[in-house]
């Protein structure tokens, strides 16, 4: 029913920006949460940012703070991850993702659709 996918993913140099985005198809008013992942090989996904459809809040994993934006279009199904001053530690796959039953989208057991991932490189 609901699909998520990603675009927007990239190289860039350290320093640089990259938008990210996330159509969504099959989405609903009973959405709770959205979130983008990150995942690097080796390591588990872990919840860069987050927006809670009710309230709008916002939140960001503390390495993303400050430098990273997430937001939703209105009266479009659409997700964004505005990343700015880009590291190489930004490097990995990025997934959109989505909770429907009001659980909070940071950990990733929470997660009931995944997008297929778009890779982010940050690299001189």
């Known amino acids: 029913q609901v699909r998520l996918v990603e675009s927007g993913g990239g190289s860039v140099q350290p320093g640089g920006s990259l938008t990210l985005s996330c159509e969504a198809s099959?989405?609903?008013?009973?959405?709770?949460?959205m979130a983008w992942f990150r995942q690097v090989p080796g390591k588990e996904r872990e919840r860069a940012a987050s927006?809670?459809?009710?309230?709008?809040?916002?939140r960001y994993a503390d390495s993303v703070k400050g430098r990273f934006t997430i937001s939703r279009a209105s009266g479009k199904n659409t997700l964004y991850l505005r990343m700015n001053n880009l590291k190489p530690e930004d490097s990995g796959m990025y997934y959109c993702?989505?909770?429907?039953?009001?659980?909070?989208?940071?950990?990733?057991?929470?997660?009931?659709?995944w997008g297929q991932g778009t890779q982010v490189t940050v690299s001189s």
């Open positions: 993702a989505a909770n429907f039953d009001r659980q909070e989208c940071r950990p990733t057991r929470n997660i009931n659709y």
């Open positions: 099959g989405f609903s008013d009973s959405t709770y949460c």
């Open positions: 927006i809670y459809f009710k309230t709008g809040i916002t």
